[in-house]
Structures are given as structure tokens and as C-alpha cells.
């Protein structure tokens, strides 16, 4: 199993800038698929950004070119940089793992095909 915390969320103007953190712990010397979602109140799960253990990174349209996912495999730990933060981006951000080296583009947004989650934290822009 794995274990996700992520961290680094906060409230901040449009326009502005966050980067979450996620560190996994427990079984991480298996290759997993990684990727960040993120719900707003009353809306379904939605992701964000994906990235596979190779590196390649897939965004979503609604933040292709203001977020950009990265990991430190040294230290077990995904991160999400946020830039030109829009109200619409307000919403409870989640860290997921599935083990397998990568996922296809057919399934790499569906959140009920990751095994692990951590908590969330809470990304407000006003």
C-alpha cells in the first residue's frame, strides 16, 4: 500500500500562485501512475494532471499551460504548480496513485481507476 499527504494549499488572489505537495510513503519502489484532482463544492471529482512513472505529463484543458505536475522520486513526492489562479480553480485538491507504470488517455481521468488518495487540501482564489 501507499500512503498520500498532501500540503501547501492556502487561499490566494486571482492571478496568483500555489504549489501543492504530496509525499507518499509505504510501498513506493513499485512504478505507479500519479495525478492530482481536484472537487469543487457540489461538482463531481475532476482531474487535473496526470504524470507516469517515465515522466510524461498530461494536463487537463481548463489548466493546460497555468499548472504543471512534477516528482522528486528521491523523495517520494509529487508536486502541483499553480499559476494564474482563477476563481474557477477554487476546490479541494487530492493526490492519487495506481500502481502500473502508466495509465491511457482513456483512463487516466477517471478517479475511480486510482487505488490510493490522500486527504486533500483546500485551494481557495478569490
Known amino acids: 500500500d501507499v500512503q498520500l499527504v498532501e500540503s501547501g494549499g492556502g487561499s490566494v488572489q486571482a492571478g496568483g500562485s500555489l504549489k501543492l505537495s504530496c509525499a507518499a510513503s509505504?510501498?513506493?519502489?513499485?512504478?505507479?501512475?500519479m495525478a492530482w484532482f481536484r472537487q469543487a463544492p457540489g461538482k463531481e471529482r475532476e482531474g487535473v494532471a496526470n504524470?507516469?512513472?517515465?515522466?510524461?505529463?498530461v494536463y487537463a484543458a481548463s489548466v493546460k499551460g497555468r499548472f504543471t505536475i512534477s516528482q522528486d522520486n528521491s523523495k517520494n513526492t509529487l508536486f502541483l504548480k499553480m499559476s494564474s489562479l482563477k476563481p474557477e480553480d477554487t476546490a479541494k485538491y487530492y493526490c492519487?496513485?495506481?500502481?502500473?507504470?502508466?495509465?491511457?488517455?482513456?483512463?487516466?481521468?477517471?478517479?475511480?481507476?486510482?487505488?490510493?488518495w490522500g486527504q486533500g487540501t483546500q485551494v481557495t482564489v478569490s
Open positions: 509505504g510501498d513506493t519502489h513499485n512504478p505507479y501512475s
Open positions: 504524470i507516469d512513472s517515465y515522466g510524461n505529463a
Open positions: 492519487a496513485a495506481d500502481p502500473g507504470p502508466a495509465k491511457t488517455l482513456a483512463t487516466m481521468w477517471l478517479w475511480y481507476e486510482y487505488a490510493y
